[in-house]
């Protein structure tokens, strides 16, 4: 995971002298269930009654009935064998749990995170100071997706090229 790949690289002996994240949530609205990682492969704009079924379906722990209500409303490819879905959902599944489980330990290593104006407010960018030496907070403009774009790219790549030059002077 990203949280983890500078610990990994200390460990080996690499130095990392800049660190940094555009945007990026510790922590947000995550819904652990199975329910949950069963809609996020389907459309936002499945029909009510199906997300009633699947719902009730998931109650009865019914996972195979759940599959076979997504392809009839073709929602899932049809032609992929059930057990081909059923371990996709259930490695999907199993990966998010264990991301939900896991807190890497902190690395001495300061952070520079680069948040979005316009950001959402349910999602919780502070709090990686548990994983970090230090963060520093800069706003750009944009919001999520933006802030990568025109024209609001130019001044992030000209902060993260100021931020680089000076951890390589540093060095």
Not at 106 to 117: E, F, M, S
Not at 142 to 171: F, I, K, W, Y
């Amino acid at each position: 995971s990203r949280r983890d790949r500078p610990r990994q690289l200390l460990a080996a002996g690499d130095h990392v002298d800049f660190l940094a994240f555009l945007d990026a949530p510790s922590t947000g609205p995550v819904d652990p269930s199975f329910l949950a990682t069963f809609l996020n492969r389907l459309p936002d704009t499945i029909p009510d009654d199906l997300r009633t079924e699947l719902t009730a379906l998931d109650r009865l722990g019914d996972r195979r009935a759940m599959i076979l209500a997504a392809q009839s409303a073709n929602l899932l490819p049809a032609n992929l064998p059930l057990e081909t879905i059923e371990r996709y959902l259930a490695v999907a599944y199993t990966v998010k749990v264990a991301k939900l489980a896991y807190t890497p330990p902190p690395i001495p290593v300061t952070l520079t995170h680069y948040l979005a104006v316009d950001r959402d407010p349910i999602w919780i960018m502070d709090g990686w100071e548990q994983l970090t030496h230090r963060v520093d907070y800069i706003e750009v403009a944009g919001d999520h997706m933006t802030m990568v774009e025109p024209p609001n790219a130019h001044a992030l790549a000209n902060l993260l090229s100021e931020a680089m030059d000076r951890a390589s002077a540093a060095m």
